[in-house]
C-alpha cells in the first residue's frame, strides 16, 4: 500500500499519544509522522522521539500547526489524526479509497468518531461546504497550504477548511469509518469541548442574532445537534454547553493543557 505522511497536533497529550502512534504504525501505512508541539511540557515529546516522528515547535494556533505540518510534508496525499484519535483496522479501507482516486471531487475523505455518528441513509455522507472532524481525514497537502485563513483559528478551523473546499468545488465526505475518541483520558470533558467548539464560532463569525437562535432554539424544539441519535436531554446538555462557550468565548477559545484548566488566549492570538 502507497505510504503516506501523518500529521499530529500535540500540546501536553502524553496520555493519549502513545495509543495513536502505535495505531498509526499498525493501521495507517505512514510515510513520516510529523509532530507540530505546542511547547509540550510533559512527556509528549519523549513519547514522539521513541517513534520516531519528525518534531517541529510551534506556538500559534491550531489552524497554523496543520498548515506548518502540510509544509513540511513530503506527500501530497496526507493525513491529520488528532493526539487523542486511536485508529482501527477499518482505517485501511479509508486510506484504499483515497489512494483509488474515485471521488474526483474529494477534498477530504473522513472518518468518524465511533460512538457520534450522525444519521447516514446513504453512504458516504457528502457535505457540500459542511464538515466532519478535522483529527480523523485524509486530505491533499496542497488544498492544506493553499487554506492560509487556517492560521487565524484554533477552534472551528475544520469549518474554515471546508468553507474553503467548498469554494474549489470540492467536498468533504465522511465514509463508514471509525476510530476512537480518547478525549476523556487527556482530561478535557466532552463538555468542554463543546464550549471550546462554541467559542470557534463567534471568533469565526462573530455574534449573530441567528445563532443564538438555532442554539437555544434546538434545544428547546429537541433538533438533534449534528444529527446525533442522542435523547432529548442529552441534546439540552450539548447545546447548552455550546451557547456557554460561544457567549463567554475568550474564556473558552483556549484550552491550557498545562493544567486541564482555561485561559483566554484570543488577545494573544490576534496580535
Known amino acids: 500500500m502507497t505510504k503516506i505522511d501523518y500529521i499530529i497536533p500535540t500540546w501536553n497529550s502524553e496520555a493519549t499519544l502513545e495509543n495513536t502512534l502505535a495505531s498509526i504504525e499498525r493501521y495507517g501505512s505512514p510515510n513520516e509522522i510529523i509532530i507540530v508541539d505546542r511547547d509540550s511540557s510533559d512527556r509528549t515529546l519523549v513519547i514522539a522521539r521513541r517513534y520516531n516522528c519528525r518534531i517541529i515547535q510551534s506556538n500559534r494556533s491550531l489552524g497554523a500547526a496543520r498548515r506548518e505540518g502540510a509544509l513540511a ?30 471521488y474526483k471531487d474529494a477534498g477530504a475523505f473522513g472518518a468518524y468518531y465511533e460512538g457520534q455518528l ?28 493553499d487554506c492560509k ?13 471546508a468553507r474553503f473546499l467548498a469554494e474549489k468545488g470540492l467536498k468533504w465526505y465522511i465514509f463508514p469509518v471509525a476510530v ?8 478535557i470533558s466532552y463538555y468542554l469541548r463543546l464550549r471550546w ?3 470557534g ?24 445537534m449534528n444529527d446525533l441519535d442522542i435523547s432529548y436531554i442529552e ?31 484570543l488577545k494573544a492570538r490576534k496580535s
Not at 180 to 187: A, C, K, R, V
Open 73 to 102: 510534508a513530503h506527500t501530497e496525499l496526507i493525513s491529520f489524526v488528532d493526539a487523542d484519535v486511536e485508529l482501527l483496522e477499518s482505517w485501511q479501507n479509508l486510506l484504499q479509497i483515497a489512494f483509488r482516486g474515485d
Open 201 to 224: 464560532l463567534r471568533v469565526e463569525d462573530g455574534f449573530r442574532p441567528g445563532h443564538v437562535k438555532k442554539i437555544l432554539g434546538g434545544a428547546i424544539f429537541g433538533i438533534r
Open 118 to 145: 450522525p444519521n447516514v441513509k446513504k453512504w458516504p455522507l457528502k457535505l457540500d461546504g459542511g464538515n466532519g472532524a478535522f483529527g480523523c481525514i485524509i486530505t491533499r497537502r496542497s488544498h492544506v497550504i
Open 235 to 265: 441534546n439540552w446538555k450539548m447545546r447548552w454547553n455550546y451557547f456557554i462557550g460561544y457567549i463567554r468565548y475568550k474564556k473558552y477559545y483556549e484550552i491550557n493543557r498545562n493544567d486541564i484548566g482555561l485561559q483566554p488566549l
Open 197 to 199: 467548539l462554541g467559542a
Open 149 to 161: 485563513e487556517l492560521d487565524k483559528f484554533s477552534s472551528a478551523e475544520d469549518r474554515i477548511f
Open 180 to 187: 476512537l475518541h480518547h478525549q476523556s483520558l487527556s482530561g
